[in-house]
């Protein structure tokens, strides 16, 4: 039941990163949290500081892991019906509109 073991008799058990509950590592809900390693605020500050013209950032990669209940309240799966549950396709991206300037269309 919601595990990816596949004929192996124990898999090591890792830490919610939430709560700190003993979740099974095959168990585990697992994200890559992808942001900037600086804020958008120094940002700027940095570009205009920096020597080295179209310098990009390097960006920061944390690897969660959550347990099925802490993922759930927070949003990163949803509940699925048995039926729904045999779905492996990825969902349908949504993404944000976004407001175009008026200056724009005059």
Do not use: W
């Not at 120094?42 to 390097?58: H, M, T």
């Not at 209940?69 to 729904?84: D, F, K, L, N, Y």
Request: charge should be positive.
């Amino acid at each position: 039941n919601g595990r990816n073991k596949k004929n192996r008799g124990h898999t090591r058990n890792v830490r919610c990163d939430n709560c700190g509950r003993c979740v099974p590592k095959d168990k585990a809900i697992k994200r890559f949290h992808v942001r900037n390693i600086v804020d958008s605020s120094s940002v700027r500050d940095l570009r205009d500081a920096g020597a080295i013209e179209d310098y990009i950032l390097p960006k920061l990669y944390v690897k969660v892991q959550y347990c099925v209940s802490c993922a759930i309240h927070a949003h990163i799966v949803r509940v699925r019906s048995a039926q729904g549950a045999k779905n492996r396709e990825r969902p349908k991206r949504r993404f944000r509109k976004r407001k175009t300037d008026e200056k724009d269309d005059k």
